[in-house]
């Protein structure tokens, strides 16, 4: 729907009172080795939301991770979001309480602000039903504004295995089902790393070799995570953005160096420094969450967890 037809059709701020609805967002991991910006897989873990339309002002509840950091203004990143799908088409933002249950780490390479931005512009879309109905290009295209690029908050609204790329019509996806074998699991440590640090150690420019060696890698990835899970080791190599940022995350680094030379396709979630191991099934989870407990100098967590195929999902409040 376009923002032009969609003004016509709006809901009164009056209309929105009391409209309440639940949504549920799955945490992330883009990159995947060599699909730099373009590859991402929802997992199964959630950040879920509660909105409400209210009288007036604006009540921000953050349960979880982030309590006591996030801000609890209109600079909250859900809010954010809401208001940004508000004025796309031609609104503004509501009165609003919100109610968060957040269990993504911050900042650890898992997706939390490309769930944060999917979560508020789920919201809206439920907030804005039956009167507006934002169709997924659309739901996309709002995501990708707000996050930069499309390879987190894909995944996040669609789940399983997203490939994301940009056209100049627009952030584009297509969604494969992920091999039942695939048994993701993440080692989260307990120190954060910043997006923007990460980009910043990227060179503007690498060499051709290099990237002929991720493109085969990328494509070997996606026949290996929906049809052949026993050559994931090899198609997690990269040489195009996981080296350039060791020096920032060094024991990531050393545990992912670790991990491979022991048989596990370990890589680096998103920006990290979490690791994603794509292991082939659950015995071999348990291998690497013993390697990691006697090799690491510091503190990880372990999560075993699997791949989430239903993406994002908003109800109203009350329905089953």
Same mark, same amino acid.
Request: glycine content about 4%.
């Given at each position: 729907m376009t923002a032009a037809s969609a003004a016509a059709t709006a809901p009164r701020a009056a209309d929105l009172a009391g409209r309440r609805v639940r949504v549920k967002v799955p945490a992330t991991s883009a990159n995947l080795g060599p699909g730099f910006d373009t590859l991402g897989l929802a997992l199964a873990r959630y950040d879920e939301l509660e909105v409400e339309v209210v009288d007036e002002g604006l009540e921000i509840d953050v349960q979880g991770v982030g309590r006591g950091e996030v801000p609890l203004d209109e600079s909250h990143l859900v809010v954010r979001a809401i208001a940004h799908t508000f004025a796309h088409y031609g609104l503004e933002r509501p009165p609003l309480r919100l109610v968060a249950h957040n269990a993504i780490p911050h900042g650890r390479g898992l997706g939390s602000s490309g769930a944060a931005i999917v979560a508020g512009i789920m919201a809206a879309k439920g907030l804005l039903e039956p009167e507006i109905e934002i169709s997924p290009d659309e739901l996309l295209e709002l995501a990708t504004e707000l996050e930069g690029h499309p390879d987190n908050v894909a995944p996040a609204l669609f789940g399983g295995l997203t490939i994301a790329w940009v056209t100049p019509e627009g952030p584009r996806h297509?969604?494969?089902?992920? &091999?039942? !074998?695939?048994?993701?699991? $993440?080692?989260?440590?307990?120190?954060?790393? %910043?997006?923007?640090?990460? @980009?910043? *150690?990227?060179?503007?420019? $690498?060499?051709?070799?290099?990237?002929?060696?991720?493109?085969?890698?990328?494509? *070997?990835?996606? #026949?290996?995570? +929906?049809?052949?899970?026993?050559?994931?080791?090899?198609a997690t190599e990269d040489?195009?953005?996981?080296?350039? @940022? /060791?020096? #920032?995350?060094?024991?990531?680094?050393? *545990? +992912? @160096?670790?991990?491979? /030379?022991?048989? &596990?396709? #370990?890589?680096? %979630? !998103?920006?990290?420094?979490s690791i994603l191991v794509l292991a082939s099934d659950p015995s071999e989870r348990a291998d690497a969450i013993r390697l990691v407990e006697e090799s690491a100098q510091t503190a990880w967590q372990a999560l075993p967890l699997a791949v989430d195929f239903l993406g994002a999902t908003v109800q109203a409040a009350g329905a089953d």
């Open positions: 297509k969604k494969l089902m992920v &091999h039942r !074998g695939v048994s993701p699991l $993440v080692l989260v440590p307990e120190h954060e790393m %910043s997006t923007a640090l990460a @980009r910043s *150690l990227q060179p503007t420019s $690498v060499p051709h070799e290099d990237a002929v060696f991720n493109v085969s890698r990328s494509a *070997l990835l996606v #026949a290996a995570l +929906i049809q052949s899970p026993e050559l994931l080791l090899a040489k195009l953005h996981q080296h350039y @940022r /060791a020096e #920032a995350m060094p024991e990531t680094d050393r *545990l +992912i @160096r670790a991990l491979r /030379a022991a048989g &596990h396709p #370990a890589v680096v %979630s !998103g920006a990290g420094p």
